[in-house]
Each structure stands twice: as structure tokens, then as C-alpha cells.
């Protein structure tokens, strides 16, 4: 039962079956009473041509008793008509009979005017009457009131509303049924997406919804269905590469400690030895920390989970520190700086490990004689900083992942890989941007952060 209350092709049905229940009977209302004003226009029409032959017959006869003579005589074989004429002196003509026209005559009808007409309900049978005064020749005012039974019309009126309904609500059922059918119809690429989603799974993420022939009403809901895929094939296969990655990184000190464990317990050894052990132990477990420390610290910036301290920061007197603490590192280098005091929204102790691990980078690959140059600008939204170094270019294909994680242009370095994911992180976290351009002249890492306000 929930499932058909919840069901599209039912509402749709329902929907077809409701507006043409609605359009049936607002036309149904509009053609009675249509119907009963027509039957209002053809007896109104009549009962004035019999008035108006009253009135001819009376022009023509000088007495009442003459009158009603030649009235008989030309209503002869009308039916469902009464007509009832009076006098100073009282009743002249009562037509058909005066059980039938005797309570029309007393009847209070006011005189015709135009095409009026009055409804009557009298002895249970329903009237349409009009009176007007009629002069003799000689002067005598009389009263003629003529009616129709209208009880035929009624009856017919009635029957067509009667069969109108029921054809109404058997076209309502039909449409329910057809609506049903054509909806079912009409629903079935929606009925093919969802089979075709059906069959994609973990292992087949690469599979797509095929766009051709998808009705235009579809084509947004495959595209986004589509894109969604996309993500998730490029979230699934990161994860992949970085547990193989991660894999990988972690076994290395983890198999030298337990090399080096297992050769020092092979035999008796002095407590230097020991004691070199354990520096040596401690040495892979500080790198075991840093790769720990560090892949919490992406996966918190993956999931929107890093969120900077902000307090207005001077990136010249950043620099300057940077600069002052790195140059130890870099006697084989040229250091410079060319910036402005400028002012940004940031985190002071990240800014700094974004921008130390751009620095310690640029000196590792800076060879002796090079140059190092931090550049500073500004425009009225945004704070650009470059640090640019002389060393060898960076090749194409490495330059592309160059901020993946566990990536190192230089496999023999002790570092784990995830400096640069890290900076990259970092400047996201604050609204920025970070980019890198790699030529024959050197490496160049641009950083774009807003400024304050």
C-alpha cells in the first residue's frame, strides 16, 4: 500500500483522472445551463405567440362570449398549453379545463414584458406563464394568462444531467486506466536508468549512462548521475593510490626497525650497542610520527575539518622570519625579498609551515650559486606572493601531480612526500590559490590569498 501511495505513475494517473473529472464537469454545468436557458427561450417565444394570438382574436370579436368561442377553437389540439382569460364579470375561457386553469388565474403573475417570463408550481405540476391585459372593441378590459407545463422538458433536463454524470465518471475510471498505462509507458526510461545504475558497482566505476536517447525531461538527472560518477571514480581511485602510497611509506620504517631489532636480538650485545639501537628505533619512529602527524592533518583538510585561527598577519615580517630562520640552509644560495608591508587573515602557524615547506624545497633544489627570491604584491582583493628559485626545471609529468601526496621529484630525499599537499591544504584553507610554472629559467610557486575586509 505505501508503495502505490508513494508511487508517480498513480499521482500522474490520479492527476489525468482529476483535471478531466474538473474539465467534464465545468462543461457539463456550462452546457445545462445552456440547455435550460434554451427550453426558457423556445417556451417563452410561444407562450408570447399564443398571447399575441389572444390578443388578434380579441381585436376581432366585439363580446367575451365570442372571444372565447374562437379562442377554443384555435387552441384546439394544443398540448401541455392553458390558457385563462377573465372579465369585469369574471371567468370568460378556461383552457384545457377549469380544474388545470382555474388556479392559474388566480394565480398573482404580473404582466409580460419583452421575453419574461414567470416559473409556477402549481398542483405539483411546473409552469412557465405570462398574463397582459387585452381591450375589447367595445372598451371591456380583460386579463389572459397563458402557460406551459414544463414538466417534459424538466424530466428530459434531468435525464441528460443524469446520463451526463455517469459517461463523466466512466470517463474518468477510463482515463485513470489509460493514465496509468501511459505513464507506466512513459516512465520506463526512468525504469532503465535505474537498472542500467543498477549494475555499477565499486569494481565497475568507469561504466556511464549512455545520454543517447534519454528522453530531454532525463538528460540533466544522466548528466549529474554521470558527473557523480566521475567524482566518485577520481575520490575512489585517490583513495586507492594513497592506501598504496601510505602502504608503502609506513612499511619502510616499520621494516627497518624490525631489522634492526632482530639483528641486535640475534646475539648478546653491550648496552652501547643497545643504546645505538634505540636511537636508531627512535630516529624511524620520530618518521613514523611526521607521516602520522602529517596524513591526519590532510584527511581533516579533505573532509573541511582544518579551519585557520584568523588574525591580521604581516607577510613581509613572515618572510623576513622564514628567510632569517632558512638562510642557515642555504649558504650555497642567494636569498632576496621584495615585498611591501601587506596585511592578510590567517593563521600565523600554518602560513608558516605553507610557506617553510615552499622555501625548504626551493633550497633543496637550488644548486650552489642559484638564487631564491620571494616576490610580494597586491591588488585592491588579493595579496600574491612568489617564491621563485634557479634550479632545474621540473618535467611535465611531474609537474602536474607535483601536489599529490607522497610525491618527491628527488627519490633519494628524506622527506615523506606530503609537504607540498600540505601547503597546498593549507592556502585553501584560507581562500587562496597556490600554482606552479616550472621553464628553463626556474620554478616559480604563486600563492593568492584575500586581503583584509
Known sequence: MNHWHRSITLRLALAFALLAALVFSALGVYL????????????????????????????QEATPQALASRLADALSGEHGMIVAVDGPAGAILRWPDVASAAPLAAAAIPAAHEHATQHLLI???????????????????????????????????????????????????LTIVVGLLIARHGMRPVREIAHMAGRISAGQLAERIPTAGVPPELEELVERFNAMLDRLEDAFQRLSNFS??????????????RMQTEVSLSKPRSADDYRELLAANLEEYE???????????????????????????????LCQRLLDYYGLLAEHAELSLDAPPLHVQGDRLMLERALGNLLA????????????????????????????????????????????????????????????AITRSIILAHGGIISVRSDADGTRFSIHLPLNG
Open 287 to 317: 618518521r613514523l610520527s611526521r607521516i602520522i602527524s602529517d596524513m591526519l592533518f590532510l584527511a581533516k583538510a579533505d573532509n573541511g575539518l582544518v579551519m585557520p585561527q584568523r588574525e591580521s598577519l604581516d607577510l613581509h615580517a
Open 32 to 59: 445545462g445551463r445552456s440547455a435550460d436557458r434554451h427550453m426558457a427561450e423556445l417556451d417563452a417565444h410561444e407562450l408570447h405567440g399564443r398571447l399575441a394570438l389572444v390578443q388578434h382574436l380579441a381585436q
Open 123 to 173: 398542483a405539483g405540476h411546473e409552469l412557465r406563464a405570462i398574463s397582459q391585459p387585452i381591450t375589447l372593441p367595445d372598451g371591456t378590459q380583460l386579463k389572459a394568462v397563458v402557460a406551459r407545463d414544463i414538466h417534459h422538458h424538466t424530466d428530459f433536463l434531468e435525464q441528460l444531467q443524469r446520463d451526463f454524470w455517469l459517461a463523466m465518471l466512466a470517463a474518468a475510471l
Open 361 to 420: 624545497n626551493a633550497i633543496r633544489h637550488t644548486p650552489a650559486g642559484g638564487k631564491i627570491a620571494i616576490h610580494l604584491s597586491c591588488d585592491p582583493a588579493q595579496a600574491s606572493l612568489q617564491i621563485a628559485n634557479s634550479g632545474p626545471p621540473i618535467p611535465p609529468e611531474s609537474l602536474a601531480r607535483i601536489f599529490d601526496r607522497f610525491v618527491r621529484l628527488d627519490p633519494n630525499s628524506e622527506g615523506n612526500g606530503l609537504g607540498l
Open 244 to 257: 598504496a602510497d601510505l602502504a608503502h611509506e609506513l612499511r619502510t620504517p616499520l621494516h627497518s626497525l
